[in-house]
């Protein structure tokens, strides 16, 4: 059973920088993809950035391009965020997938019910 365990949140200011961390309990030959999401109050959770895990290949929403930068190493994967803004204040979750049923590099990716495993999640809160 993989576990993921975010960290690294809390508050920031508009401008500054922060970086996640997700932990995870067992890479196995499931282990397919990581990415993160975020989520505020009364509203979807939302697709952030993504890496596969045998190549390294990454992508990111629009909203965070430029600014967010995801990567990983064997047991750990990050998100960068540089020069946050309020509108990027959200409940941050780390997620990864296996290969069954998800072709690489498709849209299966920005929804999430079709992720296999999560974080709890960690705040992030920016300052203006």
């Known amino acids: 059973q993989v576990q993921l365990v975010e960290s690294g949140g809390g508050s920031v200011e508009t401008g500054g920088s922060l970086r996640l961390s997700c932990d995870v309990s067992?890479?196995?030959?499931?282990?397919?993809?990581r990415g993160w999401f975020r989520q505020t109050p009364g509203k979807e959770r939302e697709w952030v950035a993504d890496i596969y895990l045998r190549d390294g290949t990454t992508s990111y929403a629009d909203f965070v391009k430029g600014r967010f930068t995801i990567s990983q190493d064997t047991s750990t994967l990050f998100l960068q965020l540089n020069n946050p803004t309020p509108e990027d204040t959200a409940m941050y979750y780390c997620?990864?997938?296996?290969?069954?049923?998800?072709?690489?590099?498709?849209?299966?990716?920005?929804?999430?019910?079709?992720?296999?495993?999560w974080g709890q999640g960690t705040q992030v809160t920016v300052a203006s």
């Open positions: 997620a990864a997938a296996g290969p069954k049923h998800k072709t690489y590099g498709g849209s299966w990716r920005l929804v999430p019910g079709n992720w296999d495993y």
């Open positions: 067992e890479y196995t030959r499931s282990d397919y993809c």
